[in-house]
């Protein structure tokens, strides 16, 4: 979540980064506040640093009460990130990080707050990132607000086997949470410097669309959903169908179908990597038919846009008969030497990025096809002008 948030602060620095920290210990957070610049501090509104400018962010850690009882100590942090909660979502602008969600929401009492930011702060551009590790809650110690669910527009769920946290999978809402379940129960697990690490599901709710996120190994597979959350026929890039380093084919990130390599373009200048894992970064991520069809898509559209402007500076509509409809408008030679005009351009068809390059010329009109043909065939003059 850290690097999410290093790259958001980065590209987004006028908004205002608070991180809640309501354990009394926490290296994690600790050693990425600093990593990021944060100023740590233990009250808010921030104190007032006279010398040191304005930090990127703040990671707002209280100190706990010591020498008094439980209630009053989550009193006093409750009051505390109360204060900011208000302010961030006030002001707008905001991005507040709640790194233990369940703590701050419910053994702080801070659901209210929290629901306020995730349901109307998205017209004042205050945001909420929360991270939990128990969906579910505790028996008769409550749960986070279900807009912690409903309400973002980007999730990312670990390894959860616990059917009472797969329950809260239903909340999320735009996408079917049998498939969310199933999938989340088989993400892997890796050992990262002697702690376990869960590759991620990525839900992004603006599609629907669907993605895993693991390791840098093309032995991860993917799974791949179109906007409609349905699931589709291949596995990750350079994956086989059962997931193992594949030396055969891909996924093409277009139509995700599984498809051979020889259908897919090789790059100009491919990695210097020989080794059979980088075979994926030697090869488009679209297969030959789907950038075809998107380059055909393209050309289509540019040569309309182009049309329409030759035929606008002749006039928009046929010289003889008044036809408008672009679809049937032609240029035609006014002296009837079209075919030396081709023959000099060494082309075969008309080009109006030629009409466009060079301003435009004289010795052009616009005519419809029907007039154009009739006066090809007339003697170069169409028969509404001879009334044959």
Same mark, same amino acid.
Not at 158 to 186: M, Q, T
Not at 206 to 218: F, N, Q
Not at 231 to 246: A, E, F, I, L, Q
Not at 262 to 279: A, H, S, V
């Given at each position: 979540m850290y690097q999410l948030l290093g790259r958001s602060m980065a590209e987004y620095p006028a908004l205002r980064t608070v991180t809640a920290v309501p354990k009394p210990q926490d290296p994690a957070t600790r050693q990425w506040a600093d990593k990021l610049g944060m100023a740590t501090i233990a009250t808010w509104p921030p104190p007032y640093r006279p010398f040191k400018g304005k930090p990127p962010g703040y990671a707002l850690w209280p100190r706990h009460l010591r020498g008094t009882d439980r209630e009053a100590n989550r009193k006093h942090l409750t009051e505390v990130f109360r204060r900011m909660m208000a302010e961030q979502y006030q002001k707008g602008n905001s991005i507040t990080v709640c790194d233990d969600v369940y703590l701050l929401a419910v053994m702080l009492d801070l659901n209210e707050q929290l629901e306020e930011i995730l349901t109307a702060g998205g017209g004042m551009n205050a945001s909420a990132w929360l991270a939990g590790q128990k969906p579910s809650g505790t028996?008769?110690?409550?749960?986070?607000?279900?807009?912690?669910?409903?309400?973002?527009? =980007?999730?990312?769920?670990? =390894?959860?086997?616990?059917? *009472?946290?797969?329950?809260?999978?239903?909340?999320?809402?735009?996408?079917?949470?049998?498939?969310?379940?199933?999938?989340?129960? =088989?993400?892997?697990?890796?050992?990262?410097?002697?702690?376990?690490?869960s590759e991620k599901l990525y839900i992004h709710k603006?599609?629907?669309?669907?993605?895993?996120?693991?390791?840098?190994?093309?032995?991860?597979?993917?799974?791949?959903?179109?906007?409609?959350?349905?699931?589709?026929?291949? *596995?990750?890039?350079?994956?086989?169908?059962?997931?193992?380093?594949?030396?055969?084919?891909?996924?093409?990130?277009?139509?995700?179908?599984?498809?051979?390599?020889?259908?897919?373009?090789?790059?100009?200048?491919?990695?210097?990597?020989?080794?059979?894992?980088?075979?994926?970064?030697?090869?488009?991520?679209?297969c030959k038919p789907c950038i075809l069809a998107t380059a055909a898509a393209h050309n289509k559209l540019t040569h309309r846009v182009k049309k329409a402007r030759v035929m606008d500076a002749y006039g928009g509509k046929c010289a003889c008969c008044g036809e408008t409809e672009l679809a049937f408008l032609t240029i035609d030679h006014v002296d009837g030497d079209g075919a030396d005009h081709r023959r000099e351009l060494g082309v075969k068809g008309v080009r109006y990025a030629w009409f466009i390059q060079n301003g435009f010329p004289k010795g052009f009109q616009v005519l419809c096809a029907n007039c154009n043909f009739g006066r090809h065939i007339n003697g170069g003059v169409c028969p509404h002008q001879t009334g044959l």
């Open positions: 028996t008769g110690g409550g749960s986070v607000t279900s807009f912690a669910y409903n309400s973002p527009t =980007h999730l990312f769920l670990g =390894h959860d086997p616990d059917e *009472r946290n797969v329950k809260r999978f239903s909340e999320i809402g735009g996408v079917d949470p049998k498939l969310v379940a199933e999938v989340v129960k =088989h993400l892997r697990i890796f050992q990262v410097n002697g702690k376990n690490v603006g599609g629907p669309w669907m993605a895993v996120i693991g390791l840098l190994s093309l032995k991860t597979p993917v799974f791949v959903y179109d906007g409609s959350m349905t699931k589709g026929t291949g *596995r990750g890039r350079g994956s086989s169908p059962d997931g193992r380093v594949d030396l055969n084919g891909r996924v093409c990130t277009k139509c995700g179908k599984y498809k051979p390599w020889n259908d897919f373009y090789e790059k100009p200048k491919p990695p210097k990597q020989d080794r059979p894992w980088f075979i994926a970064s030697r090869f488009s991520s679209q």
